[in-house]
């Protein structure tokens, strides 16, 4: 979705700004793994152990002989992958792609799916579900970004110097905030700010990249409907989770917006 948003209302490929997308990928996987190592290097010094709370359901354990190829595994993941790059010039291919894995993982997997009707219908009202709230969410946000008072923050915001990819950014980031959804905020993003850049000249395929990333910049917050429902699958309290998924998700993409200044400044994007 993060890419689909801004493919279809900017007219560019999945594809899009290829070396940013590489280049902000490789960066904020050596953030994550280092807080990954910091954060379990604090709990091994506090001697903390994993514990199942009281309470919490189990899953059934699969015998180690009915599970399927550790190659096989992949398989859906891989040809849900390749489609996309390959037909990424395609009207909706995500969806072409994502009709197909589901109907091989449904082949490959019968074995370890006893019920696929019922999965199959949880996952269908799961999208549903998830399709209403992104669809709230960019309405609410429509509705905030007309308003004559967030005109004027966005004017303000775009009189911060520097490169005219920064206030977008800014933009596109306060909006994740106040939607709680980095789909939601992609989509106002695209409306609302992405013609004015468009207008200075910015490449377009910079602009979708840019987007799609700052989208994340402030996904994370208390009332986030992802973290809410995290929380609640996990059995796990806000205050639980809140710091890391914090430091995780939006620090994360604030480092790879930084990575995204470095490459306009040094004629890369």
Same mark, same amino acid.
């Given at each position: ?104 993982? $449904? ?41 004559? $008072? ?120």
């Amino acid at each position: 979705m993060h890419n689909i948003v801004p493919s279809t209302g900017l007219g560019t490929p999945l594809t899009a700004a290829p070396l940013i997308g590489i280049l902000t990928s490789v960066a904020a996987i050596i953030f994550i793994l280092a807080f990954m190592k910091y954060s379990l290097a604090k709990s091994l010094r506090k001697n903390e152990t994993f514990q199942v709370k009281e309470g919490t359901e189990k899953a059934q354990a699969i015998p180690e002989d009915d599970l399927p190829p550790f190659l096989i595994s992949l398989l859906p993941i891989v040809v849900l992958l390749g489609i996309i790059l390959a037909f990424s010039s395609v009207d909706n291919i995500i969806i072409v792609a994502l009709i197909v894995a589901i109907i091989l993982s $449904a082949i490959l997997f019968h074995k370890q799916i006893a019920y696929q009707k019922e999965v199959l219908n949880e996952g269908a009202t799961d999208s549903l579900s998830s399709t209403i709230t992104t669809g709230s969410t960019i309405a609410f946000g429509s509705i905030t970004t007309s308003v004559p $008072a967030f005109t004027s923050v966005f004017k303000m915001i775009q009189s911060i110097p520097g490169p005219p990819i920064l206030p977008l950014m800014i933009g596109t980031g306060l909006i994740s905030g106040i939607t709680a959804s980095a789909v939601g905020a992609i989509g106002i993003s695209v409306q609302n700010f992405a013609p004015i850049y468009l207008d200075m000249g910015l490449d377009p395929e910079t602009v979708h990249r840019t987007i799609a990333i700052s989208s994340g910049a402030l996904a994370i917050v208390p009332y986030s409907g992802f973290l809410i429902i995290f929380n609640s699958l996990a059995g796990l309290s806000m205050k639980e989770t809140f710091k890391n998924a914090f430091i995780s998700i939006n620090v994360t993409h604030w480092l790879a917006l930084a990575v995204i200044v470095a490459m306009t400044l040094l004629g890369l994007a």
